[in-house]
């Protein structure tokens, strides 16, 4: 069982994936955290990001592993976990590059694709739905208002509720962000659309939780899950 979830920066995908994937006793996979994983590594062996190549950035990638652990899978550079470091401004700022190289998406989609033909998986990411799984039971495509989105990652990233001008810059990365992975960020057409701008975690967890558990009833009793009606 496959549940894809994308969605833009900060529309809550990993955290929500996370959840659901706990709920359902699933495993979370991470797409992101391998493109950001590369990205760590590149920023400190391969120079100035605009000198960053296609091939040299690619073979960095092969020092890069996704390792199960409890309830999901960690990315390893050289067999060794790297924590909040691929969380930093620098990752952040440059890991849109490296998620547009070709080579680099193949090969993370390797990667989820293995770790989802053994698990049933929680996947979040951008394409999951278009790219990565296309015949997965349920996709979900989140998305939330932009000022909305920039609030909650300065909360999680401050640990306090940030000022207006704060969440106005914030707005204009975020946006910005956006506009870098427009190519990347699709939703599928048969993907469930949740708005979440005003719901809580914990309501676009349970709407999610009940969407899968529908699917996978559908999957056993050999129903279409088109046929299946969407929990309210």
């Known amino acids: 069982m496959v549940v894809a979830i994308d969605g833009p920066a900060a529309s809550g995908k990993?955290?929500?994936?996370?959840?659901?994937?706990?709920?359902?006793?699933?495993?979370?996979?991470?797409?992101?955290?391998?493109?950001?994983a590369v990205t760590?590594?590149?920023?400190?062996?391969?120079?100035?990001?605009?000198?960053?190549?296609?091939?040299?950035?690619?073979?960095?990638?092969?020092?890069?592993?996704l390792a199960p652990t409890t309830g999901t899978f960690e990315p390893l550079v050289d067999g060794k976990a790297v924590g909040e470091a691929?969380?930093?401004?620098?990752?952040?700022?440059?890991?849109?590059?490296?998620?547009?190289?070709?080579?680099?998406?193949?090969?993370?989609?390797?990667?989820?694709?293995?770790?989802?033909?053994?698990?049933?998986?929680?996947?979040?990411?951008?394409?999951?739905?278009?790219?990565?799984?296309?015949?997965?039971?349920?996709?979900?495509?989140?998305?939330?208002?932009?000022?909305?989105?920039?609030?909650?990652?300065?909360?999680?990233?401050?640990?306090?509720?940030?000022?207006?001008?704060?969440i106005a810059d914030e707005t204009e990365l975020l946006v910005l962000r956006d506009s870098k992975d427009a190519t990347q960020t699709v939703q599928a057409r048969d993907a469930v659309l949740i708005d979440t701008t005003f719901l809580t975690q914990a309501e676009q967890v349970d709407r999610i939780v009940a969407l899968a558990r529908a699917r996978s009833r559908a999957l056993e009793l050999g129903v279409e899950p088109s046929d299946t009606a969407e929990p309210a």
């Open 14 to 36: 990993s955290s929500t994936a996370r959840w659901v994937a706990e709920r359902l006793g699933y495993r979370h996979v991470d797409s992101g955290a391998l493109y950001r």
């Open 86 to 166: 691929i969380r930093g401004t620098d990752v952040t700022q440059h890991v849109s590059r490296v998620a547009q190289l070709a080579a680099v998406r193949e090969w993370v989609n390797d990667r989820v694709r293995a770790a989802g033909g053994a698990h049933d998986v929680v996947v979040d990411g951008r394409d999951i739905g278009t790219v990565v799984f296309p015949e997965a039971p349920l996709k979900v495509f989140l998305v939330a208002d932009p000022w909305e989105r920039a609030r909650r990652r300065l909360i999680q990233r401050l640990g306090r509720h940030p000022h207006e001008d704060e």
């Open 40 to 65: 760590w590594l590149a920023i400190h062996e391969a120079g100035d990001p605009a000198s960053w190549a296609e091939p040299s950035v690619r073979a960095l990638a092969d020092r890069v592993t």
